[in-house]
């Protein structure tokens, strides 16, 4: 039994807190920067790759921000038992607060997080976001329409994109509002990759209703309802999407690395396309083994 395993039936039994010894006895020669790149590069690879394209000042705060986003993530769905799960959100609420404190717990997400934020004076607002909006969907069985799947993007995504500008210490309007953008689509795209296992939790009830399906039985793999319900989806993510590029013209520089995670949301909806808007096509599962070259290149080239 590994050690999440081990987390995992701690947790269950609120001892959470406690578990953290554990970490600290079998991890004590991992840095808190080793784990978090390890975190994210295992459970979000292409976040992962695009902070690896950040600027060595601002990388490791990034990869910190990240960190902290997988485990609210793991933490909000990691039990069928709402309670259980908003216990453990309720661990890493307090986290915040105790390292705004100055008394971060010994854990290595937090003791990075506490660097990254007494090194750039990162706003709390933003973490806090990341968190609450897991807490407030926990109480949904799905999304009651795309502007509220939107809305859930937007805070579950925008706010690491925020501080990503925060700190390369961009404060710019037209930043703030592509980065907004970027994470309204980015955050369509994830949930639609979500949908892809049948997961109907993160799509709208408007429009799974509308398209004929039972939410509790999920959609109908290849039909063509199914593709017309995804295509609404996409379109929305393409817009955000497309909104953020034209304001590529009026953005500060160093801007444009902190929106790479525009390009893998980019590509992700173009192969969707090419598969007729066919979520369960073989082909949109594939990982995009061009997508760290395009990143690059993009990188060259202070596009995205």
């Not at 840095?31 to 990388?59: G, H």
């Not at 769905?77 to 986290?95: C, H, Q, V, Y």
């Not at 501080?163 to 994470?183: F, P, Q, R």
């Not at 909104?243 to 520089?253: D, H, I, N, V, W």
């Amino acid at each position: 039994m590994n050690f999440n395993n081990v987390l995992g039936i701690l947790c269950g039994k609120r001892f959470f807190t406690q578990s953290l010894r554990f970490y600290s006895l079998k991890h004590k020669n991992i840095s808190p920067i080793d784990y978090c790149l390890d975190l994210v590069r295992k459970n979000d690879y292409e976040n992962f790759l695009c902070a690896l394209l950040l600027p060595k000042q601002t990388r490791n705060a990034v990869i910190a921000v990240r960190a902290f986003n997988v485990e609210v993530s793991k933490a909000a769905i990691a039990s069928k038992d709402p309670r259980i799960s908003l216990m453990r959100l309720g661990f890493w609420n307090e986290t915040i607060d105790k390292i705004y404190e100055g008394n971060p717990p010994n854990h290595p997400v937090a003791l990075q997080l506490a660097r990254a934020i007494s090194k750039h004076d990162l706003k709390k607002r933003n973490l806090i976001r990341l968190v609450k909006a897991r807490e407030v969907q926990l109480t949904e069985k799905c999304f009651q329409s795309l502007e509220n799947m939107e809305k859930y993007s937007e805070e579950t995504v925008s706010p690491i994109i925020y501080i990503s500008l925060e700190v390369a210490g961009i404060k710019d309007i037209h930043a703030d509002h592509a980065a907004s953008h970027v994470g309204k689509g980015q955050g369509l795209v994830l949930l639609l990759r979500i949908a892809r296992s049948n997961n109907t939790w993160s799509l709208p009830r408007d429009l799974i209703e509308s398209a004929g399906f039972d939410v509790a039985k999920g959609l109908i793999p290849h039909s063509s309802s199914t593709k017309d319900l995804v295509f609404k989806i996409a379109s929305r993510a393409k817009a955000h999407i497309d909104k953020a590029r034209s304001l590529s013209s009026k953005l500060p520089g160093g801007s444009s690395v902190c929106l790479l995670p525009a390009i893998p949301a980019a590509n992700y909806l173009r192969r969707l396309s090419d598969a007729d808007f066919d979520i369960f096509d073989p082909f949109i599962g594939e990982r995009d083994f061009l997508l760290g070259f395009s990143l690059y290149w993009a990188k060259l080239s202070n596009s995205y």
